[in-house]
């Protein structure tokens, strides 16, 4: 089993940064693929950004490109997303997931492992 932590969530108001963590522990040598999703109210969860356990190319989804960054400290078994310029629009539910892929996926069903979820919200 893989235990996945989320932290950084809170409220911010238009235009500001936010910084998520999620730290993972357990058996994380199976873990190659982490990534991102959020889930706005009433909406379905979507990805948000996915990386590599060696980073060699993180993915994004359009509306999060050159505002969110994702990064990954494997010797500290957390995984990241640096959001700034952030909008209304990006209010949610985030969570961190894990997947035994060696590959890119962005749909909900590749992650084995969920985090608990952290609240941002954004004000206008």
């Known amino acids: 089993q893989v235990q996945l932590v989320e932290s950084g969530g809170g409220l911010v108001q238009a235009g500001g940064s936010l910084r998520l963590s999620c730290a993972a522990s357990?058996?994380?040598?199976?873990?190659?693929?982490m990534g991102w999703f959020r889930q706005p109210p009433g909406k379905e969860r979507e990805f948000v950004a996915g990386?590599?356990?060696?980073?060699?190319?993180?993915h994004y989804t359009d509306s999060v490109k050159g505002r969110f960054a994702i990064s990954r400290d494997n010797a500290k078994n957390t995984m990241y997303l640096q959001m700034t310029s952030l909008k209304p629009e990006d209010t949610a539910v985030y969570y961190c997931a894990a997947s035994q892929r060696p590959d890119y996926c962005s749909a909900p069903e590749c992650y084995a492992y969920w985090g608990q979820g952290t609240q941002i919200t954004v004000s206008s």
């Open positions: 357990g058996r994380i040598l199976g873990i190659d693929y």
């Open positions: 990386i590599l356990r060696y980073a060699t190319r993180p």
